[in-house]
């Protein structure tokens, strides 16, 4: 037993080593990340914790440093040695085709005493009211909702203006001449030339039914069912900025979401261009002109998962992304897709969105059979109802979700831990509280983007 104390002495004054100089590390990048409350926290338990450890080595308290030592092993157990089930949390594949139609964007666009108004609602009574009240509200980067602030609205609104003259590029002309390139060497070439060209992760998808909408809900096409010869889609994320994210539901969120539908939507246009100018059919979906549900391209391109806020979740940014696909008739090289049940085990735990969303649009269940398939789905009708009273697309969930902490090594040292051990996330969910809090405040707005209403001159 002598030397299992022994042992254990030698182990604290190690320990004690270890948690200062990672305490220490970790309030200086809470502080250069702007979280104060976590920088303060991770300070004060430097201060704290590393000196108990220290105490015991030095004055020779063998049985503290007996259960010290216990303690970060057993900490350590959690991290390092892969534990938990791999059950089946959500269901793979939707079993019908969604409408884009019925989507909340498709829905905004209608208007009263058209012929799509009238058709649209007298097929589906039930969300007439729920659309008033979304009507009601001043509406997205409008002046009297809660977040306006004329310079972040307008940035915004010039972002969508400009990713709407890419609508007539999504689709053209296709070189006459094919090449003979191989589906190894475009597919390659593809995911490298998107990466130089601002995309963060690349993948590629063979496309299924259940990826088309069934019918156009948006623009000139409105009503056509969807038909498309294209058999596979490479899908992409870009990232939207932590500064900016971390305001939501203030309006920099807005000004970031459109500045990443841009870029999104640029990345696709080159891309589908350079398809067809190889000989292949390719169309480029960006935001206003889908033909395909993003999340679910991406997710099956081996970009992340599907988690309870509804949106693609990636390993290293969560759902602080935007994305991009590119469909095409060219065969490329799909990748194998590897579901990551910890990342839905961890929302199963998490539900801090559920609990930070301003509207409640967020279950705090666990997730349920809908139209056969088993997932989360969120109250879309009252989020966007909110968004038009906030004026911005909100992003609370996604500002808060503990997977957009940056993509650095301490962050990324976390994630491992949640992705080895079922145990861990438990413990991972309760760090996150205490170091950020169950429900964080936004963030100040960027000091380049003036707090008052109107512009200043
Ligand atoms: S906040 Fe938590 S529950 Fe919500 S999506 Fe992120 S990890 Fe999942
Ligand atoms: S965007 Fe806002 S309102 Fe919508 S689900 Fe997320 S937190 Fe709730």
Known sequence: MNQVYQISLIACLIFAILLFTGLAYSSIIFYKEKEQRAAFRS??????????????????????AFVLTLDLL??????????????????????????ERDIMFARNELKENTKRYEEYYSKNPDKLAPDNKFREEPGLTAEKS??????????????FFTV??????????INPIQSNVSKTDLSKFLKNWSKKLGALNVGIAELQNYHFYSHKGRGEEYGNPIESKHTYALAFTVEMNQEMVASAPQSPIVMESAQQYLEAGRIAIQLAQFLRSLGFSARAHIDGNYQVVCPLVARDAGLGEIGRMGLLMTPNEGPRVRLGVVTTEFELEADKRHKDHSMLDFCVKCKK??????????????PKTVNGVKRWQINSESCFTYWCKAGTDCGRCMACCPYSHPDNFLHNFIRFGIKNSSLFRILAVHLDDFFYGRKPKSANLPNWIPENKKAQK
Do not use: M, R
Request: glycine residues 4%; negative net charge; hydrophobic residues 45%.
């Open 164 to 173: 709407e003259q890419f609508h007539k590029a999504v689709d053209g002309k």
């Open 146 to 159: 809660i977040f306006y602030n004329e310079l972040a609205c307008k940035a915004a609104n010039a972002s």
């Open 353 to 366: 969105c559920a609990d930070v969303c301003p509207s409640k649009s967020i279950s705090f269940d666990e």
């Open 43 to 64: 300070l004060l338990l430097c201060l704290l914790l590393p000196p108990v450890y220290f105490i015991s080595w030095y004055y020779n308290w063998q049985i503290v």
């Open 74 to 99: 057993f900490t350590g157990i959690l991290f390092f040695i892969p534990f938990g089930k791999k059950e089946n949390i959500t269901d793979e594949a939707p079993k019908n085709q969604i409408d």
